[in-house]
């Protein structure tokens, strides 16, 4: 086969350009992949600080360290940076650098585009960040923004609303591409159902977002027209409603939970694998699961506004289809746990994040449960259990499985292999804080503390002290993960074969390159067997 | 033309970046002038203009490497797999207008009026017991309009009913403008692109009218309440559409005039004639749900 043979053309070198510059300018999908993954690094420890402001305010009851205002502040662009600048970018970025060596494709589809899809995030998070510095502070609404409090931001207002649409842009572009990629540059013979669940996961993500964040979109561009145009969307008076925000915010905001999660349950199924050395259970039910809950997450929204006065039909479908989706995901929690059955396993990090995953993920997921119905829910909204809840399914979900894909791949992308020692030690003291972090959250949720607030009545002073504890260490055990990668970059460390992991050539064409891989791969397309 | 068998991969990239700058330029500037400040406004005006060379940049160098033979079969798949997805996103972008117009029209002015169950009922009772849901209508308060709060709703069957048939015929004038190309027949091809643009700027022009009729005579404007809102959001964006889609019809015009185009390799062509279908379709549904029903 090999369709593509090397009638390779001269006018071009195969090594990167010199300079800085080769990083502005570049269109090379393994270049962009790793500015993703840095700048999302940095996001993570930039809000990953904020977060570190808010728990050391929440340390004691009464007012300490800073102003409410500064703390909502903080509370909002600590969730609009994990979301838009860690997670996202950081899903991206494995995109970039995995999709094309997994199916076996010389570059992304659009490589011009892709460059843009990345040059964007640098000016939206400046357009973001700015708003810390101006009259009345950063949005200090939440980051659902919800009117009529998000119109009484002061000039911070259009300045995060078009950060927004700078974020969407970029995800957009960079979905395009990736459905462009998988549809129209794979090896020939890398069927459909051949492709790593990893790629799988991340086609179902990209339409999600091609769908729902041109409805945000629009969304904040009625923010943007009823505070400074005179329009009447969320305006009662006008015959609007503010209900019909947060309709609009939570049809893109439910979808773009799977679109930080989807990516992570596709990681998970190419790490277990691997350390269990066998291949992935029930790949087929993976697919159809995935999209199960890509079609999902698109009919469950309203969930997240059960205490705002729907009709109870409302109330009553949108319970019924929230439940659904535990289906799917069992699905595929019962898969990974069969995979990792009488398996041949050993406990490298990438494996024990993976693991842990699984574990933590399915907490997540059960208080996920128990939220969706709705009368029940009515006690728990707007509570610490939900804070709880969203944070087991995207710190022990979200961001362990990008640990476990950092660990994973990066002897792969920098051709050394990381210290072992320091991954575990990376990963007891992460698993354990993350766990004091957030598990008495529940309990304090459950007792009445409400989100989004500064100050508290004593009575929960014990668990949000043992809370910001775990929060610190949690923070600083992130300097050992920053510090293991710096290694591996400047080429510390033992070097690393083309299969890295013992048995994984049999799981993954980027097994079977060289480690690092060169410049440019696959410009003659590989076989598939 | 396809000549390489090869992908193309372009090696560097130096239109982005002005892209990010103009983008940011333009959208701080638009910030600032929002918030009052006076640099705003010019900032804006420096941003279009480096978002403008860009896209002149950018376009002008996927032009002269398409001319030249760069792209094979597959990089025109890629090309037509991207240009579909973008246009399905712009769907979205309006789904989210047309859902707030269907929002209102269903719920809000009917449950401020005192239908549905108990949640209807107490709105209309303890806010404005004495509104009655109507539509159009400009809120309890009459937001908007002229003294008094009144307003006319913009009929159906005057100009609109008029733009409709331009929007349609000029569906119609650009595949035949298309089966000129497919046939190697030039005369037809350009004679068809000439009358589409026209007929898509004849459009813009009668929404012109159209807004400043609402404007002067009639009390309607984007602060009339959720009609005016919902009415000026959703025909502005899509006059925003046409007049986009316009000019790339020009461009592509522009090119068939210098043929640059084959019956075989013309994804420019298909391209602007896809965005100005979805154009058309989204009139329809305006037409039906904003100005008819």
Redesign the interface.
């Known amino acids: 086969m090999s369709a593509?043979?090397a009638?390779?053309?001269e006018h071009?070198d195969h090594g990167p350009?010199r300079g800085l510059m080769r990083w502005?300018?570049?269109?090379n999908h393994k270049d962009i992949g790793t500015l993703y993954l840095i700048t999302a690094l940095i996001m993570f420890m930039v809000g990953g600080a904020m977060a570190l402001v808010i728990r050391a305010e929440l340390f004691q009851p009464g007012l300490q360290l800073v102003d409410p205002m500064f703390f909502n502040s903080m509370a909002t662009l600590h969730a609009l940076i994990m979301i838009f600048g860690g997670v996202m970018p950081a899903f991206t970025g494995l995109a970039n650098w995995m999709i094309p060596i997994m199916i076996g494709a010389?570059?992304m589809?659009?490589?011009?585009?892709n460059?843009?899809s990345f040059?964007?995030l640098?000016?939206g998070f400046?357009?973001l960040a700015s708003t810390l510095f101006m009259e009345g502070g950063g949005p200090a609404a939440g980051w659902t923004m919800y009117p009529p409090l998000v119109l009484q931001t002061g000039?911070a207002l259009?300045?995060t609303i078009?950060s927004i649409?700078?974020l969407g842009?970029s995800s957009?572009l960079a979905?395009?591409?990736i459905?462009?990629t998988v549809?129209?540059?794979r090896a020939p013979g890398m069927s459909l159902m051949k492709l790593p669940l990893f790629v799988w996961t991340w086609i179902i993500t990209a339409f999600l977002m091609?769908?729902?964040?041109?409805?945000l979109?629009?969304?904040v561009?009625?923010l943007?027209?009823d505070k400074?145009?005179?329009?009447?969307?969320f305006?009662?008076?006008?015959?609007?409603?503010p209900?019909?925000y947060q309709?609009?915010f939570w049809?893109f905001g439910h979808p773009e939970v799977y679109v930080l999660i989807l990516p992570s349950f596709g990681v998970i199924s190419q790490v277990i694998p691997t350390f269990a050395r066998k291949p992935l259970f029930g790949y087929s039910s993976m697919v159809y699961a995935t999209a199960s809950i890509g079609f999902l997450s698109f009919i469950v929204w309203a969930h997240h506004q059960y205490t705002v006065?729907?009709?109870?039909e409302g109330e009553l479908f949108f319970t019924y289809a929230t439940m659904l989706i535990a289906v799917p995901t069992g699905v595929k929690v019962f898969n990974w746990v069969s995979t990792m059955w009488k398996g041949a396993m050993t406990f490298e990090t990438p494996m024990l994040f993976a693991i842990a995953f699984v574990v933590l993920f399915t907490m997540g997921g059960f208080t996920g449960l128990m939220m969706s119905i709705s009368p029940a829910d009515l006690q728990y909204h707007d509570t610490y259990f939900i804070v709880a809840h969203f944070h087991y399914v995207l710190v022990p979900g979200a961001v362990f499985a990008l640990f476990a894909a950092t660990y994973y791949w990066l002897p792969k992308w920098t051709g050394r292999m990381y210290d072992e020692r320091l991954g575990q030690l990376h990963f007891w003291l992460t698993a354990i804080s993350v766990n004091v972090t957030f598990f008495p959250q529940h309990f304090l949720g459950l007792a009445g503390m409400p989100r989004r607030i500064a100050d508290y009545a004593v009575q929960f002073a014990e668990f949000n002290a043992w809370s910001t504890v775990g929060a610190f260490v949690f923070g600083f055990a992130q300097l050992i993960f920053v510090y293991v990668i710096i290694k591996a970059i400047r080429g510390e460390g033992e070097k690393a074969n083309d299969e890295v992991w013992e048995g994984a050539r049999e799981h993954g064409l980027e097994w079977t390159l060289p480690s690092p891989p060169p410049y440019h791969t696959w410009?003659t397309a590989p076989e598939i067997h | 033309m396809a000549t390489?068998?090869?992908?193309y991969?372009?090696?560097?990239?130096?239109?982005?970046?002005f892209?990010?700058?103009g983008?940011?330029t333009l959208?701080?500037g638009?910030?600032n002038y929002?918030?009052g400040s006076p640099a705003g406004a010019t900032m804006m005006w420096v941003g279009a203009a480096i978002l403008i060379y860009m896209l002149f940049g950018?376009f002008g160098t996927v032009i002269r490497e398409s001319v030249a033979g760069e792209y094979n079969d597959?990089v025109d798949?890629?090309f037509r797999?991207?240009m579909i997805?973008?246009i399905?996103?712009?769907?979205?972008?309006?789904?989210?207008?047309f859902?707030?117009l269907h929002?209102?029209r269903m719920?809000?002015?009917p449950?401020?009026g005192g239908e549905?169950?108990a949640?209807g009922v107490e709105t209309h009772q303890y806010?404005w017991n004495t509104f009655e849901s109507v539509w159009p209508?400009?809120?309890?308060?009459h937001?908007?309009g002229k003294e008094g709060g009144h307003f006319e709703a913009m009929s159906a069957w005057g100009i609109p009913a008029i733009n409709t048939l331009i929007l349609l015929s000029s569906g119609g004038t650009v595949t035949w403008a298309h089966w000129g190309l497919l046939a190697g027949n030039r005369g037809q091809l350009i004679k068809g692109l000439i009358v589409t643009v026209a007929l898509g700027l004849l459009f813009v022009a009668l929404q012109a009218f159209e807004y400043h009729e609402a404007y002067t005579e009639m009390g309607l404007?984007?602060?009339t309440?959720?009609?005016?809102?919902?009415f000026?959001?959703l025909t502005g964006f899509h006059g925003l559409h046409v007049t986009i889609g316009a000019i790339i019809l020009a461009v592509v015009l522009l090119r068939s005039l210098k043929g640059h185009f084959s019956p075989e390799h013309h994804f420019a062509f298909e391209a602007a004639a896809w965005y100005w279908h979805f154009v058309d379709v989204v009139w329809l549904g305006l037409f039906i749900f904003v100005y008819w029903l």
């Open positions: 593509a043979a009638t390779h053309d071009h350009a502005v300018f570049t269109t010389p570059d589809a659009l490589p011009r585009l460059n843009w040059w964007l640098p000016f400046v357009l000039a259009p300045f078009f649409h700078i842009i957009i979905s395009i591409n459905i462009v549809f129209n540059m091609i769908a729902i964040m041109p409805v979109a629009g969304t561009t009625m943007l027209t400074f145009f005179g329009t009447s969307f305006n009662a008076a006008g015959g609007g409603d209900v019909l309709h609009l049809f006065g729907m009709p109870i410009e | 390489k068998t090869a992908y991969l372009p090696h560097k990239a130096s239109h982005p970046i892209g990010s700058i983008l940011f959208l701080a638009f910030s929002l918030n950018w597959q798949a890629s797999m991207g997805w973008f399905a996103s712009e769907v979205f972008f309006f789904a989210a207008f859902g707030a929002y209102a719920y809000s002015v449950w401020l549905g169950s949640l806010l209508t400009n809120g309890p308060a937001i908007g404007t984007l602060g309440g959720i009609y005016g809102s919902t000026f959001m």
